[in-house]
């Protein structure tokens, strides 16, 4: 395979029946029947036809996909593409012009969600609601 920005890629004429497994980023735009197994970017092109189940750490969907996905990190369904299948991740992006039959389900993934709501509770010693924006001041 040829070495562009460290992405493999299968092009619109591959059909491939079977596991596919990769390490660092992939972009398929064919045909697979099968599952893909990775800890790294999986991005699927706008002729691609996935049947099978995807976990991968992060993914970006422009074709279509037949198949459940699960994704550690973000999932990006752009406006042209089809899901059918379950999808977990931890962040999700549907593009408007999606289409996604199937349940979703967001996952805690990392701790960035949560300092979010306990902020508000630190500030809570000060009485003034503008002290919480400006800044605690000795």
């Known amino acids: ?20 497994k990769f390490q660092k980023e992939l972009l398929i735009d064919g045909k697979v029947e099968g599952e893909i197994n990775s800890d790294g970017v999986l991005t699927i092109g ?13 993914i970006t969907v422009f074709g279509k996909v037949q198949g459940n996905i699960t994704v ?19 962040r999700l992006v549907i593009e ?3 289409t996604f039959i199937g349940k979703s389900e967001v996952t805690s993934g990392t701790s960035t969600a949560k300092p979010m709501p306990a902020r508000p509770e630190v500030v809570r010693h000060e ?12």
């Open 1 to 20: 395979m040829a070495e562009h920005s460290g992405k493999d890629v299968l092009s619109s004429d591959v059909e491939i029946k079977g596991s596919i």
């Open 46 to 58: 706008e002729n691609a036809d996935i049947r099978g189940e995807i976990k991968t750490k992060s």
């Open 72 to 90: 550690a990190e973000r999932c990006e369904l752009k406006a042209k593409c089809t899901l059918q299948g379950d999808l977990k991740a931890a």
């Open 96 to 98: 408007e012009g999606a």
């Open 127 to 138: 009485e003034p609601v503008k002290a919480a924006f400006g800044g605690a001041r000795p």
